[in-house]
């Protein structure tokens, strides 16, 4: 601990690029947030036992590079005022979360002040409502699953623990899309336990995390969750559980099966399960709308992924590990999020662009027992003036285990148009490239087919996308042999 506190910043190297937290004026981040509250929940438990010099060091060193900054931005009457690096005070993504819960936690774990733990409540009851903006109201992460875990987590640990520390009297779960939100992992799974990788947040439901709400949605829990361990997670989620909290194992039946489809309206992302009782294969797809502004965002209006029987065979590609381009002016210089590593068209040679504008319309919407349909004009995500439309149509047959991917596009003048279609999977195909079988692991007989019709000839070709960190995909193109006034193109998939 005295090493720690000996270090002359606690905030990570790629958020201090002009190295004003190193060079002596400390500021929050996730790092510096994390560290302090890790301090404080030690210095709680075992202050009857550490030596009072590292109390003091513990004290005086959160309070100087994490509450005296903080309260200096909670205090500050003008926003504009606040220096830019606490942006996420009141921001509308998983920092805002994680900060404030970490930061607010510390300080009631370790301030002996009443009326200084008081002035830190008031700030996440400030706080909470501009990071419950970060979720669409049909409780949508654009995130992705891990960022849930990640800052939603955070979320729940905050309200749970000022909760306990004001009585019951505060209350940062009042605003009822903390229920949908909570909804969201539950729904947002391919199959049991997997979701799809949609934006930067690739992962899956924590079953830690959904055992820790039920302190707050108690009708809201699986016996995955019910059954967790008390002292499963990290110690910031064992402090909110293992000392009384947690109201036990009894269970008496929830969600443990998943419906046959998951439809979030306002984020335009529809989740199709084969689990109808006549499906003997399980098939599943997670296609989206939604628009190029969203938060951790990939440019995919109208990206899609698929899972067989848990292995996801093609589609979205998710994520790339983080480097300092990723979060700079050069972000869609990356072939995995940019649109051209997505399943989504290239027109007339060019990609999707960003932008809230760069937005899918939702056209149809058909569910029925039997099949499930969605229709998405994609028009908008491209900067072409002679695009007249572009529309993009899921069909999902439960009975038969198919899944239809048509795209028809119209243009003022013959343009090129371009069809990719994205896996990580093995995958063999006929002379003609019109047929393709992709394995779902190397030593195993069951595969994804797929055949493509298109209304035109088109060439076929293939690219490994080089993504260092993760594993590579390979993007399967078809392209319009010429430039093209209307054209149809249609991918069908079906579970061996």
């Given at each position: ?5 000996a ?70 009457p ?38 200084l733990?008081?002035?830190f ?43 306990a ?11 009822p ?69 947690d ?14 489809r ?6 335009q ?75 989504v ?18 056209l ?9 349909v ?32 048509t ?10 148009f ?79």
């Open positions: 601990m005295k090493a720690i506190a270090e002359r910043s606690w905030t990570m190297p790629a958020h201090d690029g002009n190295l004003t937290c190193f060079n002596g004026t400390p500021h929050i981040d996730l790092g510096s947030s994390h560290r302090t509250l890790t301090f404080a929940l030690v210095y709680d438990w075992l202050k009857d036992v550490l030596p009072p010099d590292v109390k003091d060091l513990i004290r005086a060193e959160c309070d100087r590079r994490t509450f005296q900054p903080y309260l200096s931005t909670c205090r500050e003008n926003r504009r005022k606040v220096p830019r690096r606490h942006w996420w005070y009141e921001g509308g993504n998983n920092w805002n979360s994680v900060c404030n819960s970490c930061v607010v936690r510390a300080a009631l774990a370790m301030i002996e002040d009443r009326r733990r008081a002035e409540v008031a700030a996440a009851e400030h706080t909470v409502p501009y990071a419950l903006k970060g979720y669409t109201d049909d409780g949508y992460c654009s995130e992705g699953m891990g960022y849930w875990n990640y800052g939603y987590g955070h979320h729940l640990s905050l309200g749970l623990a000022v909760r520390a004001t009585g019951g009297k505060v209350n940062l779960f009042a605003d899309k903390n229920r949908a939100v909570m909804m969201y992992p539950y729904g947002y799974q391919l199959m049991d336990w997997k979701s799809p990788h949609f934006a930067d947040g690739g992962g899956n439901p924590s079953a830690v995390l959904l055992a820790l709400q039920r302190q707050v949605f108690p009708d809201i829990v699986c016996r995955r969750a019910a059954e967790q361990d008390l002292l499963a997670g990290d110690l910031t989620v064992i402090s909110l559980r293992a000392f009384g909290q109201p036990g194992p009894a269970y008496t039946g929830g969600f443990d099966t998943l419906p046959i998951t439809w979030f309206p306002d984020a992302v529809l989740i199709s399960r084969g689990v109808w009782p006549k499906v003997t294969k399980r098939l599943s797809i997670a296609i989206k709308g939604g628009h190029n502004a969203e938060l951790h965002n990939h440019n995919d209006v109208g990206s899609y992924a698929i899972m067989l029987d848990g292995t996801e065979m093609g589609g979205d590609p998710g994520g790339e590990t983080y480097t300092r381009r990723t979060f700079s002016k050069e972000r869609y210089v990356s072939k995995v999020l940019n649109s051209y590593g997505h399943p068209p290239v027109v007339g040679g060019k990609l999707q662009k960003g932008g809230r504008a760069a937005a899918a319309k939702v149809r919407t058909e569910f029925t027992d039997e099949k499930d969605v229709e998405l004009d994609c028009t908008a995500a491209y900067d072409v003036p002679a695009l007249k439309s572009l529309v993009r149509t899921m069909t999902f047959d439960r009975a038969n285990s198919s899944i239809t991917i795209d028809r596009v119209a243009f003022s003048e013959p343009t090129a371009e069809v990719p279609v994205i896996t990580y999977r093995e995958w063999t195909a006929n002379d003609d490239f019109t047929e393709f079988s992709f394995k779902k692991q190397p030593k195993t007989y069951r595969r994804l087919n797929m055949a493509v019709q298109a209304s035109a000839p088109v060439t076929f070709s293939k690219e490994l996308i080089e993504n260092p960190g993760h594993a590579s995909p390979q993007r399967l193109a078809f392209t319009f042999k010429e430039p093209v006034a209307e054209a149809t193109f249609t991918t069908v998939y079906s579970a061996n």
